[in-house]
């Protein structure tokens, strides 16, 4: 496809499940961000790839949450023992140049967690 | 501490007047600033960019303005439609590699006909 694909659309996991979350890039985009959105905030930033390099990690609000995109395309955001303070919805965006300081970030739709 | 702050949560006005939206920020020196729109349920979506040394940028019926002093930036729609009605982010880096885009709360604009 021609956007940001993220997936799945919608999770619902019981407190304490591992969860991973995919997103795919646009294809050829260097600078890959991952965000969590909870109900009625605005998005907040968890971390930065410039290609495979993890260059900004400092979002991440514990050592649960954990991201790789090890062949520079495709990552996957990883929460470990899912707490209800998790449910939110996890955002990616991707961008052709290096960093956010020199153009648009383009969107995925976003995956809903939902812990019960 | 850092803060983005967006006027209000909501803002409410007839079809055809100018909306304008506020975006203010301490203990920020960006070099930048953006403004996106979400849809409930959509990823936000681009729509203009402003830099530092450009105090104002227009793009359509949008216009956007940045006041590095005032530390604001005012986003505006002129001739509004109920079709505009959505979330307005602001954004802006928090740090100079651009590792690190920061968001506000967002301001929800309903524009009725």
């Known amino acids: 496809g021609a956007g940001v694909s993220q997936s799945p659309r919608y999770k619902v996991a019981k407190r304490g499940q591992d969860v991973a979350l995919r997103c795919d890039p646009i294809?050829?985009?260097?600078?890959l961000f991952w965000y969590q959105q909870a109900l009625g905030q605005g998005p907040e930033f968890l971390t930065y790839?410039?290609?495979?390099?993890?260059?900004?990690k400092s979002g991440l609000p514990s050592d649960r949450f954990f991201a790789e995109r090890p062949e520079g395309s495709v990552s996957t955001l990883k929460i470990q023992r899912t707490q209800q303070e998790d449910s939110a919805v996890y955002l990616c965006?991707?961008?052709?140049?290096?960093?956010?300081?020199?153009?648009?970030?383009?969107f995925g739709e976003g995956s809903r967690l939902t812990v019960l | 501490s850092q803060k983005i702050e967006q006027n209000s949560e909501a803002l409410n006005i007839q079809e055809g007047k100018t909306a304008t939206l506020t975006c203010n920020y301490t203990n920020y020196s960006p070099a930048y600033l953006q403004w996106y729109r979400q849809d409930p349920g959509r990823g936000p979506v681009f729509l203009l960019l402003?830099?530092?040394?450009?105090k104002e940028k227009r793009k359509e019926r949008l216009k956007v303005t940045f006041d590095t002093t005032l530390k604001q930036s005012l986003f505006h729609i002129t001739a509004s439609q109920p079709a505009d009605s959505a979330t307005y982010l602001c954004?802006?880096?928090?740090?100079?590699?651009?590792?690190?885009?920061?968001f506000g709360k967002g301001t929800t604009l309903s524009v009725s006909s």
């Open positions: 790839f410039q290609n495979e390099a993890q260059l900004d």
């Open positions: 402003i830099r530092e040394n450009e």
């Open positions: 954004a802006l880096d928090a740090n100079q590699a651009g590792t690190a885009l920061i």
């Open positions: 965006a991707s961008s052709p140049l290096e960093g956010s300081n020199t153009g648009e970030l383009f």
């Open positions: 294809s050829g985009h260097v600078s």
